[in-house]
């Protein structure tokens, strides 16, 4: 066994090795043993997170299995093991029906719906006497129930952050088509946007938002820069009379929101569970306040969404329960059991993500910047995410500006015990113990049902996981304007020359290396713009002058060939990056093989050689 490492990670990572020739691995073995050692050097808060090496061997071991590398969690989390066979035992055990009756199916599903939504209102502290959780297909899905039901005016106004995902763009069609003002927060080099400028264009604009109903729309996290605004914005937009929504997609997978008591700015918060803890997918949940859904109007109806329709005739009347008021058709009733113990499971572990995600992102940023080409100045890869500052190594960690909290519902974790309570037990170690059986035992407790069909609690008993305390003046990556960092690093690679080497071919790479990773402009144009330099923003903005047939506001037109490939001349690959980003069950073993491959690539002719071999034409541009 290395001596440096846990059992659970040296076995993680032997697997690794065994698949090399045994003289490769030997000396790839003594070669992470020296860059483990220099790692916990300059890291020693890592061996605070052993907790997670062993979660991965337990919930995430698949990964071993297929010697392969996942940093693509701004894509989707992948799921806990147990997570998903739980939830498939209370499949077959269980009678399940569609709600919209009051037979004994109905009734159970009935019951796990309203489990799940007392879970999510609980996981983001939000009271449900102000709140309600609507269930939609996504995050992308509890966007479009905000901006195609705001009553937007031709005097209205949106304010939208440039860098976003396209499903925040998208709101600027409903706003648009009403003649309402829309209008952008321009992008800092890195991305995000100026909170001075912001504050400008919502005193601009405040007189509009008092007299016509307003949004404005905050990213919580870029899913390619990374940033993290701070809230306090929203306290600027709610002053100038905006209601306010946050897509919090990106964000609510490493951070904890509290909408009572740190964010009672936000009117509405959208989230995609499989960005949270990867099962299941297809579910998201609209978090609003009951103020701003009575304000907005449908402009249509379905089934579930209504408590009486005459037909013929027009008399409709709106369902009275705001949540089904905008359920339409039939909720995903086979899953949403599966919500309450994923919500679980995140809760017991943001903690030590929390202190090992900084450290893994703050290394793997500066090691892939440092890839510079034998007998040049010239860098392999340029890294266009905003550096991270060094992790801090006391034992009061911060978990960014979104701190924990504690819900007035929360299932409580056990603690390390106290150093007396050790003394006092000479067979207790001063390690903490594995939370490996913590979802399994979750989950048994889910399985089989009670008596009332009803999925019962999740346990108070957890396995004892380290103090990861908080110290709010400590923030271990916040900058000057108040903007924190998620753990996203998106970059380029170049020749020796300096030209660009193709995403295609970088992406191609990876695979053939088994890592995923995700290439292009990740669906956030803006974003990608503002890390690829001015000369790709300029680009950007040449596409206002394309002829009317290729910009035309039909989006059917601006996809119909004639427009995508005018908008290609210009764009070419200059929007696009490489993106990593980490998660639960991200290690060193995982970000080290990324630097490795990455250095692989400074032989130009091998990687010719197996681009030649391996990659499609099309992949090569032929």
């Not at 003002?181 to 264009?201: I, K, N």
């Not at 089934?303 to 949540?323: H, I, S």
């Not at 793997?364 to 007998?375: E, F, K």
């Not at 304007?481 to 020359?497: A, I, L, P």
Request: charged share 20%; net charge positive; proline share 6%.
């Amino acid at each position: 066994m290395l001596p440096f490492l846990s059992k659970a990670a040296t076995e993680s990572t032997t697997s690794f090795l065994d698949a090399l020739p045994t003289s490769e691995r030997r000396a790839a073995k003594k070669h992470l043993e020296s860059e483990f050692e220099a790692f916990l050097r300059q890291y020693p808060r890592y061996k605070d997170t052993e907790c997670l090496d062993r979660l991965r061997k337990s919930e995430f071991s698949r990964l071993e299995k297929a010697n392969e590398v996942y940093v693509d969690y701004m894509g989707g989390c992948l799921w806990p093991k147990s997570l998903v066979t739980g939830h498939a035992d209370i499949l077959k055990s269980g009678l399940f029906g569609n709600t919209h009756s009051d037979s004994p199916c109905a009734t159970r599903s009935d019951k796990q719906i309203s489990l799940a939504r007392t879970a999510v209102l609980d996981f983001f502290d939000a009271p449900a006497s102000d709140y309600v959780c609507i269930f939609t297909s996504n995050a992308t899905n509890a966007l479009k129930i905000v901006g195609e039901n705001f009553p937007f005016k031709p005097e209205s106004s949106l304010i939208l952050p440039a860098d976003c995902h396209n499903s925040v763009n998208g709101l600027r069609q409903f706003a648009r088509s009403t003649g309402a003002t829309v209008d952008y927060l321009a992008c800092t080099p890195f991305g995000g946007f100026d909170p001075s400028e912001a504050q400008m264009l919502l005193a601009k604009r405040a007189n509009i938002a008092r007299d016509a109903p307003s949004l404005f729309v905050l990213t919580g996290q870029s899913n390619i820069t990374g940033l993290r605004p701070s809230f306090s914005i929203l306290s600027d937009a709610k002053k100038a009379g905006f209601y306010t929504l946050v897509d919090a997609a990106a964000l609510a997978s490493s951070a904890r929101i509290s909408l009572q008591a740190q964010s009672p700015d936000i009117d509405a918060l959208a989230i995609s569970f499989y960005k949270i803890f990867g099962y299941p997918t297809g579910v998201g949940a609209l978090i609003a306040k009951k103020s701003l859904l009575s304000t907005l109007k449908k402009k249509w109806f379905s089934g579930g969404t209504v408590d009486f329709v005459q037909a013929p005739g027009e008399l409709t009347l709106q369902a009275t329960d705001l949540a089904a008021r905008f359920e339409e058709g039939t909720l995903n009733y086979s899953s949403l059991s599966a919500i309450a113990p994923g919500l679980e499971f995140v809760k017991t572990f943001m903690g030590p993500m929390s202190v090992r995600l900084p450290i893994l992102h703050h290394y793997l940023h500066n090691a892939l910047a440092s890839l510079v080409y034998p007998g040049t100045q010239m860098r392999l890869v340029k890294v266009h995410t905003r550096p991270r500052p060094p992790p801090i190594a006391s034992s009061a960690v911060s978990t960014s500006t979104y701190q924990p909290f504690q819900s007035s519902h929360r299932i409580q974790v056990r603690r390390k015990s106290t150093a007396s309570s050790r003394d006092a037990s000479p067979s207790s170690s001063s390690r903490p113990r594995t939370p490996q059986r913590s979802m399994s035992r979750m989950i048994s407790h889910l399985s089989p049902f009670s008596s009332t069909g009803l999925l019962t609690p999740p346990p108070s008993e957890y396995p004892e996981l380290p103090e990861f305390e908080t110290n709010p003046s400590a923030t271990s990556s916040s900058s000057s304007d108040g903007t924190d960092q998620g753990y996203v690093v998106s970059c380029t690679f170049y020749t020796s020359s300096g030209a660009l080497i193709p995403l295609a071919h970088v992406s191609h790479l990876a695979s053939r290396a088994g890592i995923s990773l995700r290439t292009g402009c990740v669906c956030n144009p803006g974003g990608a713009a503002a890390l690829r330099g001015k000369e790709t923003q300029a680009r950007m903005e040449r596409l206002s002058s394309l002829p009317a047939t290729a910009t035309s506001p039909s989006i059917q037109c601006t996809e119909n060939g004639v427009g995508l490939k005018s908008v290609g001349e210009i764009m070419l690959e200059s929007a696009g990056v490489v993106r990593i980003s980490l998660g639960v069950a991200s290690n060193f073993e995982d970000v080290q093989r990324v630097v490795s491959w990455a250095k692989t690539l400074l032989d130009e002719q091998k990687r010719d050689r197996d681009l030649a071999r391996f990659a499609p034409a099309e992949a090569l541009g032929r």
